[in-house]
């Protein structure tokens, strides 16, 4: 959403809004994906009349804004940071990649 939708201030602009409502005007869906997570969208997209769907988390939840409910949601089931970090370098190893230099390990153990 970023530099596409939203502008410099993080709102997205008249022109952008008349935009989706002249999409939704000629039969379109229009379905924003963002990686943010749902409660970090922009506040105009809330109680759009043009907006039904929303992708977010970089597409692990898909939620209906006009039923304010999740219709999809495929995230982690992780009980803490420690459960996290476990599986995060399990599948770095799995996969040969090893890229813990000493700011990334610092910023990982701060993590914890």
Known sequence: MDGTLLNNDYVIDDGNLFAIEEAYNADYLIVPVTGRPLKMIPF???GSKYIQYII???GACVFDLFKNEEIYSKTFDF???EDFL???VEKM???NEYFFTKGICSKIFNFL
Request: without cysteine; positive net charge.
């Open 44 to 46: 105009q997209l809330e």
């Open 93 to 95: 190893i799995e996969k």
């Open 79 to 81: 009980k803490n940071k």
């Open 56 to 58: 977010t988390s970089n």
């Open 86 to 88: 476990i599986y995060l």
